[in-house]
């Protein structure tokens, strides 16, 4: 068992009612090269997260553009307004089971996720999949940054009667509009320069703002269009056969590669947590029952949008422009930043500046890797990421949500079934404990973490158009041809095969249980 589960030092910790665990001060390695003050367990007395904060925070999280729009490119690849809801619906359901597992180990140990995948990665180790989860993040920083910039130039432009639109241009984009996805990268950026409390504090109030934001939007339009019909009668392209099945699959794993990333990073939030029962109810009754109520709240709109206008106009940013009361303009602008800046923040900015303080703890700091993904997510030309529906679904979080999800079965794999939930806090920081392994690498999970990623996206592909050009990055037949089939089911591939080898290579040994 030592090679397989180290044993390490003895330094004890204590369990406290609740099944929470703690260090005392004095027994954080805090010399230690992998250990700072924004990487160490919170104590008990500082988790302090109740049901209402976590609900809040995926209420908040969940109420963005990008997640009303995820509806509209549902219906652009042929479903109707129900399978859409259908297959968002399902999706949140099902990546909600993944976020409670690997949630649980923050209320009872207080650490953060590139800690928590110490115990399977190694100490070392850890940065592979810590570095993916915060190029991933610095990527949807960028996508969110860009869409928030783009609903304040539109707006704007609303405001000075077009006179943004006929600037001058930068890179085939007028000036104006750089300005303001500048500005709002400045204004994110200062926001989590505050801290995790005052984050907590700005999600309580962001959540229920953007609820009455959209409902207004929607009685605004219901009253303009005497009711909704055009959309809701429009049939499927694809119908429930033959036609549908390879739409829905992919889609299904792109929706559930949209919240892939923080079925990884939630104890960056639950090691806040007051209990279990906070983060498992708080996460229930806020991720699935959001989406699935924005999902519809975007079709209803954008029906009446039909009805009113002759479009289905799906960007509810553009559908705000249509106005032409400028307080409705400003209120629709209020909703746009808050909205966005509460799920860009929670979501692409906490997980990446823990991620990058793992990979050099006496070099960064929270802060620090919080300034850091704001300028990667620039240099990674968000507005490329979202140019098309295939390209953002089937290729962005497709390929993400296969990569995320090998990483989520080796960690489940290792605190469920190896370790049945017990760590040793001391050791998760300490070269030479239990997660030490050879040199701080576990070549286990580095094993079960490239069989799982290249069955999981190695067979990924593009779809060619009616003209024959195709559409995203990949070749037709798929980088690995043979593996093309799978590409369609790449986050659960890629979760159950790394959870099934890793268990295999760790011999199916335990690690003892708490006494």
């Not at 009612?17 to 090269?33: D, I, K, N």
């Not at 115990?119 to 960028?142: D, E, H, K, T």
């Not at 006179?163 to 930068?170: D, L, M, S, T």
């Not at 704001?374 to 098309?388: D, E, H, R």
Request: glycine share 12%; charged share 10%; net charge neutral.
């Amino acid at each position: 068992m030592t090679d397989t589960v180290p044993t390490g030092s003895s330094i004890p910790q204590t369990a406290l009612p609740g099944g929470r665990v703690e260090l005392a001060p004095e027994a954080f390695p805090s010399e230690s090269p992998f250990a700072n003050e924004d990487l160490r367990p919170v104590p008990v007395a500082e988790r302090k997260w109740t049901t209402y904060n976590f609900a809040a925070l995926w209420i908040s999280m969940a109420h963005c553009i990008p997640s009303w729009t995820l509806a509209s490119g549902l219906v652009a690849l042929g479903m109707d307004w129900k399978q859409a809801v259908f297959t968002i619906a399902l999706a949140n359901v099902i990546v909600l089971l993944p976020m409670l597992a690997t949630g649980h180990a923050g209320p009872k140990y207080g650490i953060p996720f590139p800690v928590l995948a110490r115990a399977s990665f190694g100490l070392r180790g850890a940065n592979i999949p810590a570095m993916i989860r915060a190029a991933v993040a610095c990527g949807w920083f960028g996508i969110q940054t860009w869409i928030g910039g783009s609903g304040i130039f539109a707006l704007g432009s609303k405001l000075t009667g077009g006179h943004w639109e006929n600037a001058g241009q930068i890179a085939g984009n007028p000036w104006p509009l750089w300005l303001c996805f500048l500005l709002f990268w400045a204004v994110q950026i200062a926001i989590i320069y505050r801290g995790m409390d005052f984050l907590r504090h700005f999600e309580n109030w962001a959540a229920p703002f953007v609820i009455v934001g959209a409902f207004v939007l929607l009685i605004w339009i219901a009253v303009k269009a005497d009711g909704f019909g055009a959309l809701l009668d429009q049939p499927s392209k694809l119908g429930w056969g033959a036609d549908f099945w390879p739409v829905f699959f992919p889609s299904l794993m792109g929706m559930i590669g949209f919240w892939a990333t923080l079925s990884l990073n939630i104890p960056d939030f639950t090691r806040f947590g007051s209990s279990q029962r906070a983060q498992t109810w708080g996460q229930s009754l806020g991720l699935p029952t959001t989406m699935t109520l924005f999902a519809i709240l975007a079709v209803l709109v954008t029906s009446g949008s039909e009805a009113v206008y002759g479009e289905a106009i799906w960007d509810p940013v553009a559908l705000a422009a249509k106005t032409d009361s400028a307080f409705g303009l400003l209120f629709a602008l209020i909703v746009v930043l808050i909205a966005t800046v509460s799920v860009n923040i929670a979501a692409n900015v906490v997980s990446p500046a823990y991620d990058l303080a793992n990979l050099a703890p006496k070099l960064i700091n929270f802060r620090t890797g919080a300034l850091i993904t704001g300028v990667v997510g620039i240099l990674i030309f968000p507005w490329k990421l979202i140019s098309t529906p295939e390209f953002y679904i089937f290729t962005w979080l497709g390929v993400v949500g296969g990569l995320l999800g090998t990483v989520a079965g080796i960690l489940i794999a290792d605190y469920w079934i190896v370790r049945r939930t017990v760590l040793h806090l001391a050791d998760l920081y300490t070269p030479g404990g239990r997660y030490w392994y050879s040199s701080g690498w576990n070549w286990r999970a580095i094993a079960a973490f490239l069989v799982g990623g290249v069955l999981a996206v190695g067979g990924s592909y593009s779809g060619v158009g009616a003209d024959g050009s195709r559409n995203g990055p990949f070749p037709a037949d798929g980088l690995i041809p043979f593996l093309k089939p799978l590409a369609d089911y790449g986050w659960a591939v890629g979760l159950t095969t790394s959870l099934v080898l890793y268990v295999v290579l760790m011999g199916g040994r335990k690690e003892p249980a708490e006494s």
